[in-house]
Each structure stands twice: as structure tokens, then as C-alpha cells.
Nanobody, 120 residues
Framework: QMQFVESGGGLVQPGGSLRLSCAASGFTVEYYNIGWFRQAPGEERERVSC????????TYADSVKGRFTTSRDNAEKKSYLQMNDLKPEDTAVYFCAALGPECRVRFGSWGQGTQVTVSS
């Protein structure tokens, strides 16, 4: 069964950086796009990025474009989210997930997520 373990979150000041990691297991990762999502308190979960199966293309939400970069290592079954120039509004729990074609359909259950808090 698909499983995801996110890590790398923490408390960071505005303008700082964090690198999140996602360890996937229980499936053939190269068959799926990988998305990063986040959910702030009282808000709906939103997708912030999606990277293609081979890692050659990625899309981003407008709110993070130019600041966040996603990557993946299929051999290690991992995905990463490099977050730079963090803002207080980036505060949320971050999750990763396996996505189908065009990053529309999500597969598997959510992991525990990793908390990112941006505050001075």
C-alpha cells in the first residue's frame, strides 16, 4: 500500500529557507507524478507543486512560483520541496502524494505531514 513520510519542517524566520523531504513506499514511484500539498489552519488543503514521473517538468501554485522548487529521486523513492524566501502565509502542514496524469487524481492515503511555521 502507498505510504508517505514527510520530514524537514520547522520554525523559520521570514525570508528563510527549508527543504522538505518525502519518502515513498509500497508502490512503483516512477509510475506517478508526485505532488506537494499544504493545509493551513482553517483552510482547505491546496496543491503547491507537481513534478512529472521523470522529474523533467514541474508546475507550481502561483503563490509559491519562483520561491519553491520540487525535485525527485526515483532510485531513492524520494521527493523534495526546496522552499526559499519563506513568508508567514507559507505556514501550514505540508504533505506529499502520488498523482495521476495531469496531476489531477490523487492516490493513496495522506501521511502525517510536516509542520512549517514561518514567524519572527
Amino acid at each position: 500500500q502507498m505510504q508517505f513520510v514527510e520530514s524537514g519542517g520547522g520554525l523559520v524566520q521570514p525570508g528563510g529557507s527549508l527543504r522538505l523531504s518525502c519518502a515513498a513506499s509500497g508502490f512503483t514511484v516512477e509510475y506517478y507524478n508526485i505532488g506537494w500539498f499544504r493545509q493551513a489552519p482553517g483552510e482547505e488543503r491546496e496543491r503547491v507543486s507537481c513534478i512529472s514521473r521523470t522529474g523533467d517538468t514541474a508546475t507550481y501554485a502561483d503563490s509559491v512560483k519562483g520561491r519553491f522548487t520540487t525535485s525527485r529521486d526515483n532510485a531513492e523513492k524520494k521527493s523534495y520541496l526546496q522552499m526559499n524566501d519563506l513568508k508567514p502565509e507559507d505556514t501550514a502542514v505540508y504533505f506529499c502524494a502520488a498523482l495521476g496524469p495531469e496531476c489531477r487524481v490523487r492516490f493513496g492515503s495522506w501521511g502525517q505531514g510536516t509542520q512549517v511555521t514561518v514567524s519572527s
